[in-house]
Structures are given as C-alpha cells and as structure tokens.
C-alpha cells in the first residue's frame, strides 16, 4: 500500500512534464539547432580554456601564473537555439530568434563559478520587408562586428580584446539603397545588462545594470554604412563587403566629495564615449560552383574609440573598457573607490586639480582563409590593442594590473568530417604589456610590465 502511494504521488507530480516532454512543436513554424562544443588543450601559463591575455612574466620573484602550465577541457561552449517564424505584421515577415549556451553568466567571456549554467546570448524579433529590417531585443552591435570568425576559431575568447563583438539589448533599423548598399541605426544598450555587478559608492549600492552610463539618462547611438556585392563571387556566405560604422553616447563620471561640514555629496561630468570603425571581407578566390576548394579571402577590422565601456567585447584584465579615468592631480577616483575629502589639505589640492581624462583605444584584426580542398581549410589571424591612458592613471595602484597594450596571434587546420561534424587543431600565441609593475623592492621590479603565453587546443562541434 505504501510503495503504491509512493508511486501514486511521483506520477502526479511528473504530469505536467509528460504533457511536454517529446513535444516540439509551437504554434508558429519553429526550428530547433545548435551545436555541440568540445576543447581540450593545453597553456603555458597557468590559465584555462579563456585565456585572453598573457601574465607577466617573473621578476625578483617568481609569478606562478607564469612558472607552471596547465591542462584543460571544456564543453560549456554547446549552444542551443530556437528559430520561429510566425504570421506577417505591418506587411513585413516576422521571426524570433533564442540561443543560450552553458557558459554560465559571463557577459565578458570568461568562465566562472556558474560555468556550466545555461545562459542568455541572443533573444531578438524581427520585421522584415522586402528592402528594410527592424530588429528588437538582445543581439550583436553594429560596431566593427564582422563575425567571419565565427565556427572557426577553436578558442571562444579568441580575437575578444580586438573588437570581436557584443551582444547588447538594441533597438535598430536597417535599410537597403538599391541593391549593394545597406545603412542601419539604432540604439544600444550600454551597460551590462545580464551580470550581477553595480556601482557602490559611500555605503550606496545601486542596482545591477545601473552605472554611469545609465545615469547619463540616454542609451547609446549606433550606425552604420555599407556596401556588399557578389559581383566579385562568395565564399560560403560571404561575398565582397566593406563597412564604416559608429557608435556614441556618453557617461556620467560622478566623484563623492566629503564637504567641510562632514556632509557628503556628489559631483558629475559627462564624459563623451565614442567609437568608429573600418570592416572588410575580400574573396581573391572565390569558390567555384559551391566548391571552396582553392578558395582565398582576408577580412578584418581596424578600430579608434573613446571609453566604449560594454562595447568593447574585452574586461581588459583591469576594467580599462569600464571608463576608468586619470586625473592630471596624480588622483584616481570613480563611484565605487573612494572620495576626495575637503576637510583635509591632500583633498582640497586634488579637488582643484581634478581632471577628467577618458582613454582611447586603438587596435584590430585581420583573417586569412585557404581552402586546400572543400572541407580542409586554415586561417590566420593577428590581432592588436592599444590604450592610451594618462600616466596619472598607470601610476595609481589599482591600475597595475591592467592591460595597456596586447597583441594575439592564431593559426588552426579545420575538418568538416561531414555537414554535421567539424574538428580542428590551434595554436595561439599572446602577448601582454601591464600598466605597471606589482612592486619594486631596491629599485628592481619585482614582476615584468610584460608577459607571453602560448595555447595549443583541438576541439569538434557536432552541428544540429
């Protein structure tokens, strides 16, 4: 009697799962994909499957990051999605789209503690006309996105410091002029909306995704125009395209100051954040009839900005994306740190010598593709950053262990066993200049201002 009333109970509660379970179908056309990653390889630094950056090197003493290599695997890369096509509205075609993979959280790429938890990546619908687009919801920027990397590169952090691409809650219209000619503008989404992090300032916590790009009360501007033609022949999907984009917007750089009185109070300056950018992708061989064998084409993109905080798809090891800012007084200060207090002599001379000086940042890829046969390819690419930030802000301690400048190179051999299963081996070698050194005891440095790793891996998708 017992174990029938045991099983009685499980089956009531398992209803509402069998009433689903098996069931694919919606009540629109919807498909369903995906893949699944794997990644196993191995650093010369102590450093996992997202390594980005390169350690320094020891100096006086020795770096353990630096000394020992480690071993790695990873399959939180797989990724599932939902493509859904319903019924026609305002005369356009309209379609959803969901993905998530099993990375977890991570909005700048890099695995943590919820590693292995399915996560947001894109949601967005779209109208669709016969010359125009409008897209809604969360998906990759406009700025410098040229995602000829993508299913290509082994590593998911590949190319990230270079203006790899975000993906952001935006609002955007696109727009076709004649046949080879496209304009699109939007806004964005500047802040980090899926992360848990937020400002806090004095005892004052603000919600998540509440910074000083939010307290700037507008979203980001971006845009873009240009033009594409396969008059030049395709490779797979692509075909000739060169593109200038931008974005802009601004952040609120607010500062505590502790008065005379012992009172607290705020002080704000809106610091301009902007971006533009240069994207290509030539076929020199195309392929013939469908066949990419002797197939050639380079692409990339070249990069200037100004503090693009969340557009840039890269932390930078020290949040120099995040509008960290130098002050020409020698101090550093942002909401969250600290305050510059009035009542004493050191905080009236750096609050009449507080200067806003917002970094800028230059750099880019480039990608090289050959194809020895229609399913055995190689690419190459190289990738380099450069920030240009105050001295008064590389001598300040919390920016010691930022990256300043990096470069990144990485050359793979794919496989496509079939349509559904692609393997492939990598190398990929980083170099990493720091702001500066951790310490210097009797006028030695401890540690480098500079560090080179290397990353051999070989991974398989299995696409569905």
Known sequence: MKRTAIFALALLLTLPALGFAGSATSRWDMTIGGYVKFDMGYTTQAQNQDIQYAQRSGGLNDNLADKYGNFYSYAGETRLNFLVRGPDAWGARTSAFVEGDFRGNQANGNAGSNAGTFSLRHAFMQFEWPHSKLVIGQTWQTWGFLPTYANSTLGNNDLSPFLKGIRQPLVRFEQTLAKDWTWKLGIISPTNTLGSGSLTGNGETLSPGVDGYTLSQMPFLEGSFGWSSDKCGNIGPWKMLFALDGFYGQQKMITGITNSNGSLTYEDKNINSWGISFKGFVPIIPEKKGNKAGALSISGVVFYSQNPGMFMSSSNNG??????????????????????????????????????????????????????????????????????????????????????????????????????????????????????????????????????????????????
């Open 319 to 464: 949040n120099v994306y995040n509008a960290n800012f130098g002050y020409t007084s020698g101090v550093y200060n942002t909401l969250g740190t600290n305050t510059i207090n009035l009542t004493t002599p050191a905080g009236q001379a750096a609050y009449l010598g507080l200067d806003y000086a917002a970094p800028t940042q230059y750099g880019g890829w480039g990608q090289a593709s050959y194809f020895f046969t229609d399913k055995l390819f190689i690419n190459g690419w190289y990738g380099f950053m450069r920030t240009n930030v105050s001295q008064a802000w590389m001598n300040s301690a919390a920016n010691t262990n930022a990256a300043v400048n990096t470069t990144q190179m990485i050359a793979n051999l794919l496989y496509d066993v079939n349509a559904a299963v692609r393997v492939g081996f990598e190398y990929s070698y980083y170099n990493t200049r720091y702001a500066g050194y951790p310490a210097v005891v009797g006028g030695v440095p401890t540690m480098s201002k500079d560090g080179a790793a290397s990353s051999f891996r070989v991974g398989a998708w299995y696409f569905f």
